[in-house]
């Protein structure tokens, strides 16, 4: 296998198109307007970081970080609120550099924990987030509003 150039850097507006696609492989479909708009919302949240991942020039991977202060504990945690590889990519280390780049952020900003929500359906994120030392500790409850 030859060896890959990967860079894990700060998402930019121009990351908006690939982005979407990849919210899109995880089943939330979302035009290149809707995430610049949302990429442009989040990045003025400073508790908020979204980094992509670059190999061979092709953004691969998205996460998304956030801090946030608890009720019932007086340190922070943090929270990967969104991450995605490109399907044909996974398995190939890109997922692993993400969570790492955004555990990285979230222990520089004083969290003392992370904590990571993945749907019932998601065996393979379940196994990854196992592999990478990760407990499943609940069950999340949904209401939407429509």
């Known amino acids: ?5 990967i860079n894990v850097r700060n998402a930019a507006p121009e990351d908006a ?19 610049r708009n949302r990429l442009d919302a ?11 991942v670059i190999a061979n020039d092709k953004l691969v991977g998205v996460v998304g970080a956030c801090v946030c202060p608890l009720y019932e504990e ?16 996974r398995g190939s280390g890109f997922g692993t550099a993400l969570v790492e780049r955004a555990e990285r952020w979230l222990r520089e900003k004083g969290v003392s924990a992370v904590l990571v929500n993945s ?17 499943a500790t609940g069950v ?7």
């Open 74 to 89: 007086d340190t922070p945690v943090g929270r990967v609120v969104a991450l995605c590889v490109a399907p044909a990519t």
């Open 42 to 52: 989040i990045g003025r949240e400073r508790s908020y970081a979204t980094f992509v």
């Open 119 to 135: 749907g019932n359906e998601r065996d393979d994120a379940h196994a990854f987030y196992t592999r990478l030392g990760y407990d």
């Open 140 to 146: 999340r409850f949904r209401k939407s509003f429509k």
């Open 17 to 35: 198109e690939a982005i979407a696609r990849l919210m899109g492989c995880l089943g939330y479909h979302t035009t290149a307007e809707q995430m």
């Open 1 to 5: 296998m030859p060896s890959l150039d």
